[in-house]
């Protein structure tokens, strides 16, 4: 996928016009983005911490605050992939102007929403990694390797993104069934639980769910030496499934996005 500089200057104004107008006409405005993280930190500290006194486990004491840090990573994480998808489902149905009446690269539509999530998503992780560097009273060297491994979650992202822009403009009722698949992978991912505290057997299956691969080698570098199952950084190995993973699926997606987007007008 080759962008030129008109293209890349596009790309720019779609996503800056995605994230104002997710808080336009709000009162607090761009502060929401601040607020909503933090307010859902708070419920999940109070909820899992205070009330289900639920604990990540593995002899880390017994601090409540690591319970809703551990949660909140895997929510900030999974969040990427979902929204992406699911504001991509309707991105190209929503702009049939763009297929109709301008010539337009129409696989920045989905390309968008996805960068656009990734931005978004940087307020929970800086509020993520504040958050633990004051729970656990440091700051961790691995934390530099975040840009590496956030990279192959963008593109997976981005590429399940085309696919379901794409069929989104065959099967009108694909929204509806993406929201019910992305709760599924909700529950099938490590996002509330240890996948460490599951039977081994349980663990090799729940690998077959690629963002399993993409949670696990963000939060080891998250939590590096913090929480006793990462005490090692990920092994090269599963760096490398997760680039395979975000490649393969990306170019997947950008080339049946192009094979299919010529009928886009006859159906819109």
């Not at 761009?30 to 639920?54: A, I, Q, R």
Request: aromatic share 16%; charged share 10%; hydrophobic share 55%.
């Amino acid at each position: 996928m080759i962008l030129d500089r008109n293209d890349l200057f596009l790309l720019r104004q779609m996503i800056r016009r995605n994230v104002q107008s997710r808080f336009r006409g709000s009162f607090f405005g761009w502060l929401w983005n601040f607020l909503l993280p933090l307010l859902m930190l708070t419920v999940y500290t109070v909820v899992f911490g205070g009330f289900f006194k639920s604990r990540w486990g593995v002899d880390i004491g017994e601090n409540k605050m690591v319970f809703a840090i551990a949660l909140f990573s895997g929510i900030t994480l999974y969040n990427i992939f979902s929204e992406s998808v699911a504001m991509s489902t309707y991105c190209i149905t929503g702009n049939i102007n763009y297929v109709k009446k301008v010539r337009f690269k129409l696989e920045l539509l989905p390309l968008a929403q996805t960068l656009t999530a990734f931005v978004l998503s940087l307020t929970w992780m800086l509020l993520l990694l504040v958050c633990i560097a004051w729970i656990f009273g440091t700051v961790c060297w691995s934390w530099l390797l975040l840009p590496v491994t956030l990279i192959p979650l963008v593109l997976f992202s981005a590429g399940v993104s085309f696919l379901t822009a794409s069929l989104g403009v065959y099967f009108r009722d694909l929204q509806y069934l993406i929201s019910i698949l992305l709760q599924m992978l909700f529950f099938l991912s490590p996002v509330f639980y240890r996948l460490g505290s599951l039977p081994k057997d349980y663990q090799q299956l729940l690998r077959l769910n690629p963002l399993v691969w993409f949670i696990e080698l963000n939060r080891g570098v998250l939590f590096h030496h913090l929480l006793p199952e990462y005490s090692k950084l990920p092994g090269a190995s599963d760096c490398l499934i997760c680039y395979l993973l975000g490649v393969v699926l990306f170019a997947l997606g950008w080339g049946w996005f192009n094979l299919t987007k010529r009928g886009f007008s006859d159906v819109l």
